[in-house]
């Protein structure tokens, strides 16, 4: 049986192993068009990332495994003429796509769209077009990330929970190594702040003995993958720190007690 594939869009974590060897940089975006994916003939103004730091990979987004450009506004593409919004360099679509987002749009979008309302569209747009189910959660954290910047703190929660039901279903599943590192570690943290320690450590546990067992040919299969492992052992240790409940952010003053 062939093992799950983790595709991301793009951008995302392909640089989570390199920290401490990215320069540090601004994270800056230049302003640029792309063409209307809904309107034959009409551009979209959005933002292109120029460089960035390590530092991104130390923002608190991290225990949701999301990062700069994704938790950016500006990487949601939105394109006013039309409504559509996607992620940053992710507009190309399908006829039927088109067709079935543009009678959404007809409904949904009224011309104009604040912050909120264009993640509503993204979350519903993406329900029309062909996802797998790494993209799907990925967008799920997202979506939890920036609700939980925006203040809705249990809204961002709500989508978390539903993460965590997907990522238990694709642990069952054959995983490559560097999604199945990912996941482990995304749910001992969900798992941690909806109140189950035990199944937190259980995850914790799991995912350290997988990291304990890669050998040779694991690293020479998977590029970085020895750099993903360690800088997920050390974000793990914060885990303990997450209590039930509000934002997905350690608690400093936590007092991790032995079981």
Request: charged letters at 30%; glycine letters at 6%.
């Amino acid at each position: 049986m062939p093992k799950t594939r983790h595709k991301t869009i793009a951008l995302f974590a392909a640089g989570i192993c390199l920290v401490g060897n990215v320069p540090v940089m601004a994270a800056r975006f230049l302003e640029s068009t792309v063409d209307d994916p809904i309107v034959s003939g009409k551009t979209c103004d959005v933002h292109q990332p120029v460089s960035y730091g390590s530092y991104i990979y130390a923002k608190p987004s991290k225990y949701d495994l999301v990062f700069w450009p994704l938790t950016s506004e500006k990487w949601v593409w939105h394109c006013k003429q039309s409504g559509f919004t996607a992620f940053g360099g992710d507009f190309e679509i399908t006829d039927k796509e088109r067709r079935d987002i543009r009678d959404y749009l007809a409904s949904a979008y009224d011309g104009e769209a604040d912050v909120v309302h264009r993640l509503r569209l993204l979350e519903g747009i993406y329900e029309l077009r062909e996802k797998d189910e790494h993209f799907r959660n990925l967008m799920l954290r997202v979506l939890a990330r920036k609700y939980q910047e925006l203040g809705y703190i249990e809204r961002a929660n709500e989508y978390r929970l539903i993460a965590w039901t997907g990522i238990k279903e694709l642990l069952l599943t054959d995983l490559e190594l560097p999604a199945k590192l990912e996941y482990l570690f995304i749910a001992a943290n969900y798992a941690r702040q909806v109140g189950d320690r035990a199944a937190s450590d259980e995850y914790l546990r799991n995912l350290t003995n997988t990291i304990d067992q890669l050998s040779l040919a694991d690293n020479d299969r998977h590029e970085n993958l020895e750099g993903q492992a360690n800088f997920l052992l050390k974000l793990a240790a914060d885990t303990a720190l997450i209590t039930p409940g509000g934002r997905l952010e350690p608690d400093q003053d936590v007092r991790i007690e032995e079981p």
